[in-house]
């Protein structure tokens, strides 16, 4: 099985980067995937029973990669079919800290896709998603960071921090990066794949190593589902047809957004 990987900013076009790949019949997009929290479950686990304590460490250890396979091709066996579908994509913003993991377990170097944009834009979006949800209910993070979540600035920092959606997927494309990863990682700017997405994902076919497919950036069918309800906000819905998206910062959040520009890494 071939897999690659989608893994980067929230509000970036991931999820719309996997439905144009869908378009290709030799791929198959997941929605937001539970593959990665598996392996690290299993990981963190494997070494606290006592009957892999007492075996030989070698054998538990290739025991421990083999069960890893196992579960990742065993993720998708519903999915992948070797005639049509021979190349998977699983996206979960966890994969860039858990390169080395997923790269023992399939013994080679990985390839991952991280979807990004100016976290100005990142941050005005979700701050558009939370006024049209928090209309009639309370989204999670208002219990979590109350206080923060009375003022626009407040609120840009409450999503930025580092254990909130935008500050943990920086800071995991951050440290990817540091890590050395740099090589396993094509950058598919938000910005890009909306004015250009031909040649923008002419540059994702060449990283990928795939014989280019003409796709229809008109009409881009989701297929990818998720329940967003479980986030208290919609964030994974896509427009059919892949057109320029204007700057909505200025407007949305004025001088809060200040102290934000200037953090591409890529």
């Known amino acids: 099985m071939n897999i690659n990987f989608i893994s980067g900013l929230p509000r970036s076009g ?51 990669q083999a069960v890893l396979l196992s579960v990742i091709c065993g993720y998708h066996a519903t999915s992948f079919n070797t005639t049509t579908n021979p190349t998977v994509f699983d996206r979960n913003r966890g994969h860039l800290a858990h390169i080395e993991m997923l790269e023992w377990a399939l013994q080679r170097p990985i390839k991952i896709l991280v979807p990004v944009r100016d976290v100005r834009d990142i941050l005005a979006s979700m701050e558009l998603r939370w006024r049209d949800a928090s ?38 494309v951050k440290d990817a990066i540091q890590r050395g990863f740099r090589d396993r990682m094509h950058f598919v700017r938000f910005e890009d794949l909306t004015s250009s997405p031909e040649s923008t994902m002419m540059s994702v076919y060449e990283f990928l190593g795939e014989e280019w497919f003409e796709h229809d950036f008109d009409n881009v069918i989701q297929v990818t589902k998720e329940d967003d309800r479980v986030h208290s906000m919609d964030l994974h819905q896509i427009r059919g047809r892949v057109e320029p998206v204007a700057p909505r910062w200025p407007q949305v959040l004025g001088r809060a957004a200040d102290k934000y520009g200037g953090l591409e890494l890529w």
């Not at 996997?18 to 937001?32: E, R």
């Not at 892999?52 to 421990?64: G, P, Q, T, V, Y």
């Not at 206080?147 to 840009?156: A, S």
């Open 14 to 64: 991931s999820t719309l980067l996997a439905n144009i790949l869908m378009q290709n019949p030799k791929f198959h997009a997941t929605a937001t995937s539970g593959m990665v929290e598996v392996l690290f479950a299993i990981r963190n686990k494997w070494d606290e029973l006592a009957e892999h304590k007492a075996m030989d460490e070698i054998e538990s250890e290739s025991r421990k």
């Open 135 to 172: 209309k009639s209910k309370q989204v999670k993070i208002e219990s979590q960071h109350y206080m923060n979540m009375q003022t626009v600035e407040g609120r840009c920092e409450a999503w930025s921090r580092f254990d909130q959606p935008i500050g943990l997927a920086y800071n995991r």
